[in-house]
């Protein structure tokens, strides 16, 4: 009898730290989102507004187990309010609407500077020498649990939703680009037959982007996209839900795996940009006799 007491102790010491988080995120889910944060998507999340009751549900459950499960840090002197970390979870959560998910299963901390930080890279030169550099950074993603943000950029993402520039939206496609085993543009897709059409589009492109660049042609999308596969990724998704009409538009084939990858059509929360305005005429010129 004692021995089937011991090993029923042993048992449940083993089980215990698997079934407590679990616990723990079901009475945390079970809370509503406080209304002060739920004012802060709608000021700071434009589309919120525009979305149905139930995305809206949805977004405010998954913006409960982020802000549950990961840690906020604030860097150079920032201290990290409510309505930062609210703002940031809101804007990452977008991405993983009517998809399965564990909210970032991978990350633990955001880390975030009052505005452009400085990050040290090391950049390789002819003949293979490295040399230390610094660059001013808006953001980073790392695939050791971290992304880093500037709340100046986290504002102006959240200030203009359609620019087609988001910090936090770049950051965290990066994050689910690595849930396939590392940023390269393919994210997890689940079915393996859908990864030979989406390689197919994206490189398309992806070329057609590194041209325009090349020559400084204007694009519906950022030509930092065209750094490398990654990046673009990131920037695509950045475009997908602030520019998806233009994107759309310009770039069907792009728009519609990225309707099958996301499962949201950011159109139904915006409007139609308004048309371009018309040339202007030529200016008339009068030929005069004397």
Known sequence: MEALIWIGLTALAIALPFIYPRWRLQRVLARPLPPEAVAVLQRNIPVYRNMP???QQQL???VVQFLHQKKFVGCAGLEVTDEMAVT??????????NRPSKVY??????LVYPSEFVAQRAEVG????????RQSMLGESWDDGRVVLSWDDVQRGAGDWTDGHNVVLHEFAH?????????????YLGNPASY?????????????LR??????????????????????????????????????EHHAELYEEFLKYYRVDPRAWMSPPPPPAPPEPPPVSFAYSW
Not at 105 to 110: G, R, V
């Open 53 to 55: 009751a139930d995305l």
């Open 60 to 62: 405010r459950k998954l």
């Open 88 to 97: 940031i979870a809101g804007q990452a959560c977008l991405l993983l609407l």
């Open 105 to 110: 299963p991978a990350l633990h901390t955001i």
């Open 126 to 133: 002819p003949g293979g020498v490295i040399t230390p550099g």
């Open 175 to 187: 994050q689910l680009d690595s849930e396939s085993g590392r940023a390269n543009g393919a994210p």
């Open 196 to 208: 030979r059409e989406w390689s197919e589009v994206l490189s398309r492109n992806f070329q057609n």
């Open 211 to 248: 041209l325009h660049a090349m020559h400084r042609m204007e694009t519906v999308m950022d030509p930092y996209g065209a750094t490398n596969p990654a990046e673009f990724f990131a920037v695509a998704t950045e475009t997908f839900f602030e520019k998806p009409y233009q994107m759309a």
